[in-house]
């Protein structure tokens, strides 16, 4: 089971950082992602990392702003977001995939197991 936390409103240039806690495995062997959705629009793979190696994926519209990253110890990924804009605004979703291929693969063609989202709204 995956646990995402931490959205909220936040004001254009603020920061948030999303937590996805696991239940019931481990991130050994498996690759984790965040993925969102804003209202109308396709949902989009933002940020996937490969826990082996930490082979990690940014979409075009977050790099240099949004960092992945693992907690093997609390079992935990965070999704540190910073410079927010309004168009970062949407459901945040946590998704886990047991497997070894690049975060890239997994944040195109999307994960087996998702959590509950996480909404993020960015004021202008």
């Known amino acids: 089971q995956l646990q995402a936390s931490g959205g909220g409103l936040v004001q254009t240039g603020g920061s948030l950082r999303l937590s996805c806690a696991a239940s019931g495995f481990t991130f050994d062997d498996y690759a984790i992602g965040w993925f969102r959705q804003a209202p109308g629009k396709e949902r989009e793979g933002v940020s996937c990392i490969r826990s082996s190696d930490s082979n990690t994926y940014y979409a075009n519209a977050v790099k240099g702003r949004f960092t992945i990253s693992i907690d093997n110890a609390k079992n935990t990924v965070y999704l540190q977001m910073n410079s927010l804009k309004p168009e970062d605004t949407a459901v945040y979703y946590c998704?886990?995939?047991?497997?070894?291929?690049?975060?890239?693969?997994?944040?195109?063609?999307?994960?087996?197991?998702w959590g509950k989202g996480t909404l993020v709204t960015v004021s202008s």
């Open positions: 998704t886990a995939e047991r497997g070894y291929y690049s975060g890239g693969y997994y944040c195109h063609y999307g994960m087996n197991y």
